[in-house]
């Protein structure tokens, strides 16, 4: 690995990408897990971000950003505290996805990728989630909402504002944003 003086990240979260950079056979592998631990902490992909992890992975920052921009997951602007992501796809478009969008977008005042003046909420639309059993089905950073109405949403971002969403508080917890090899 290419040292990195003054890393942007906290410590806990430098000494992971340092030992994430030493457990796959090829070291750009780190790549995706990295980029999404990094946007837990950040809240986006910055161009600081980018930086760092082509030295830490000896990239171009070119490398970086063709990942980048493959992964929709992945954002190089901030989202809104809580980032609500509708899913339109096949079941959940069957079931009421693109109405729920429509209502999340009214409801929030802002359209795909927007973000609310008061940053408190960003608005999505996605594909497939793997909730089709339970579609129509929102995403709420880490959090699952299934089988929704416009009712039913408007009390899930009733509760969020009220900061007692599901798992309040958010977690910010890097360890969720990717299964990490040992
Ligand atoms: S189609 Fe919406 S979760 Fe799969």
Redesign the pocket.
């Known amino acids: 690995m290419a040292a990195v003086a003054n890393s942007i990240f906290t410590p806990a979260t430098a000494a992971r990408f340092d030992k994430l950079a030493t457990i796959y056979p090829l070291k750009r592998s780190a790549l995706v897990p990295m980029l999404l631990y990094a946007q837990d902490e950040v809240g986006y992909v910055s161009d600081e971000v980018v930086a760092e992890l082509a030295v830490r992975l000896d990239l171009l920052e070119l490398d970086v950003r063709g990942v980048l921009s493959y992964y929709s997951m992945l954002r190089t602007v901030p989202a809104g505290k809580y980032n609500v992501q509708v899913?339109t796809?096949?079941?959940?478009m069957l079931r009421g996805?693109f109405e729920l969008l429509d209502h999340c977008k009214h409801k929030l005042g802002i359209g795909h990728k927007g973000v609310t003046a008061d940053g408190l909420f960003s608005l999505e639309e996605v594909e497939?989630?793997?909730?089709?059993c339970w579609?129509p089905?929102v995403q709420v950073n880490y959090d699952f909402h299934e089988n929704l109405t416009p009712a039913k949403m408007d009390a899930v971002l009733a509760d969020y504002a009220a900061g007692k969403g599901k798992n309040e508080p958010p977690s910010p917890s890097i360890g969720s944003a990717a299964p990490e090899a040992k």
């Open positions: 899913c796809n096949i079941s959940c996805g497939c989630i793997g909730a089709c579609a089905a």
